[in-house]
């Protein structure tokens, strides 16, 4: 089959980072944040550990939304998902502050430009444990906009988290097509590559590379973003 979409991780691929700074980042303005509304720093960062091992563990059985607050109110109580409000209040504010340790680059924008000419489908295939107005800021970090995606998946609209396969089934599904209609391009070996078991072809971006499993990259087409914009022109020739 030819391709049809290009999906897209989001960290580290279209938004240069360095995941370990970026996470150390976002954990610290989230403390300091909640902090004066009585939340322990030590406590609430530990919470939200054991709510993403949640939604990367989540069967598909409930939102990984629902996933994150579940173990959260084991934790802070039963009524403290009536503390949304306050999260949403810092990824509208003092999220935007860890921006700074994101880098940029004016690839992603040329080659969600390319996919577009080339009549192909977009999705931004960001591992789901963010909800969507953090995503939705991260995308901006890059230079692109929210709309540049037909589909972008966030804690709320999935139930499976990366590296499962079934998140992959789940969103390819969502869109209608085939592992064989879809590219997928990721910094990450061990949860982008692994779409390729599906069919889906693949391509690994290696600005950020993680590989934790230390695989072969050579295994993959492989490289920057004129490598990447090179693979993506060539196809359909």
């Known amino acids: 089959m030819s391709i049809k979409a290009v999906l897209f991780d989001l960290d580290g691929t279209l938004l240069p980072m360095d995941q370990d700074v970026f996470i150390g980042a976002y ?5 300091a944040k909640l902090g004066p509304q009585g939340y322990d720093p030590e406590k609430l960062v530990g919470s939200i550990w054991k709510g993403t091992g949640a939604m990367i ?3 598909g059985s409930c939102s990984n939304e629902d996933a994150f607050w579940r173990v959260f109110c084991t934790i802070f109580g039963e009524n403290a998902r009536d503390d949304e ?5 810092f990824y509208r504010t003092d999220f935007g502050k860890v921006q700074q340790v994101c880098g940029f680059d004016e690839g992603a924008a040329k080659v969600i430009d390319l996919v577009k000419e080339k009549g192909l489908r ?3 295939a960001t591992n789901p444990i963010f909800p969507a107005i953090a995503t939705q800021s991260r995308i901006r970090w890059a230079g692109l906009q929210p709309e540049d ?13 990366k590296p499962n396969l079934d998140y992959y089934r789940d969103v ?5 097509l085939q592992p064989e209609e879809c590219l997928m391009v990721g910094n990450d070996v061990g949860e982008d590559m692994i779409a390729r078991k599906l069919g889906c072809d693949v391509f690994l971006l290696t600005d950020c590379l993680i590989n934790k499993v230390d695989g072969n990259i050579d295994d993959y087409p492989h490289g920057g973003f004129a490598e990447l914009l090179d693979y993506i022109g060539r196809i359909g020739l």
């Open 172 to 176: 390819i599904g969502k869109m209608g």
């Open 27 to 31: 954990m610290k303005n989230l403390a």
């Open 149 to 161: 995606f037909e589909f972008y998946t966030t804690y709320e609209n999935c139930r499976y988290c």
């Open 122 to 124: 977009t999705a931004l």
């Open 85 to 89: 409000p306050l999260f949403d209040e």
């Open 57 to 59: 563990a989540n069967d």
